[in-house]
T-cell receptor, first 111, second 114 residues
Framework: DAGVIQSPRHEVTEMGQEVTLRCKPISGHNSLFWYRQTMMRGLELLIYFNNNVPIDDSGMPEDRFSAKMPNASFSTLKIQPSEPRDSAVYFCASRATDTQYFGPGTRLTVL | AQSVTQPDIHITVSEGASLELRCNYSYGATPYLFWYVQSPGQGLQLLLK??????LVQGIKGFEAEFKRSQSSFNLRKPSVHWSDAAEYFCAVGAPGGSYIPTFGRGTSLIVHP
């Protein structure tokens, strides 16, 4: 299995621009998680999907952030408009039963 | 609510020395427990996990961890550290059940001196 796939691996954008991060979970996994990692706050859960349905989005920082999972094999995290404080590494993880598997992350830099 | 504490932000060891990374959790019953490793520029990789049964758990890369209910701890150990073990280590806890949401510690950065 290819594991969790994230794209792009690196994204540099300017403040105010829209950013879309993509994730392909491991085939057969029915839960998907988006995390943000920063030095200041560590690893934060942003949103959790189960069977393509958002279950817990209490970690989404504000309305500028949105996430979708249109099908079992694809999810997006969108930031619009982006701000410098959104600079972080964003991880996607998927799970079938009891163990999460993480993707390699997308390093986002907002100038 | 569940929580997890990794008391050590940084740990420095010499190559070949033994290692123990501490993890303490807060949860009313026996939780799911995990250790992950993150190498620079990489995602988190699962080292080992504990759900029930034998309290000493073997993982990949020669790591093991011991669940101690009386101390609410799940410390990670390795008898002889290699330079390639230098990385960030995360402990995580989750309430048992198929839809659990894990809580991660802040991580411990392991530095290995030659």
């Amino acid at each position: 299995d290819a594991g969790v796939i994230q794209s792009p691996r690196h994204e540099v954008t300017e403040m105010g621009q829209e950013v879309t991060l993509r994730c392909k979970p491991i085939s057969g996994h029915n839960s998907l998680f988006w995390y943000r990692q920063t030095m200041m706050r560590g690893l934060e859960l942003l949103i959790y999907f189960n069977n393509n349905v958002p279950i817990d989005d209490s970690g989404m920082p504000e309305d500028r952030f949105s996430a979708k999972m249109p099908n079992a094999s694809f999810s997006t995290l969108k930031i619009q408009p982006s701000e410098p404080r959104d600079s972080a590494v964003y991880f996607c993880a998927s799970r079938a039963t009891d163990t999460q598997y993480f993707g390699p992350g997308t390093r986002l830099t907002v100038l | 609510a569940q929580s997890v504490t990794q008391p050590d932000i940084h740990i420095t060891v010499s190559e070949g020395a033994s290692l123990e990374l501490r993890c303490n959790y807060s949860y009313g019953a026996t939780p799911y427990l995990f250790w992950y490793v993150q190498s620079p520029g990489q995602g988190l990789q699962l080292l080992l996990k504990y759900f029930s049964g034998d309290t000493l758990v073997q993982g990949i890369k020669g790591f093991e961890a011991e669940f101690k209910r009386s101390q609410s701890s799940f410390n990670l150990r390795k008898p002889s550290v290699h330079w390639s073990d230098a990385a960030e280590y995360f402990c995580a806890v989750g309430a048992p059940g198929g839809s659990y949401i894990p809580t991660f510690g802040r991580g411990t950065s392991l530095i290995v001196h030659p």
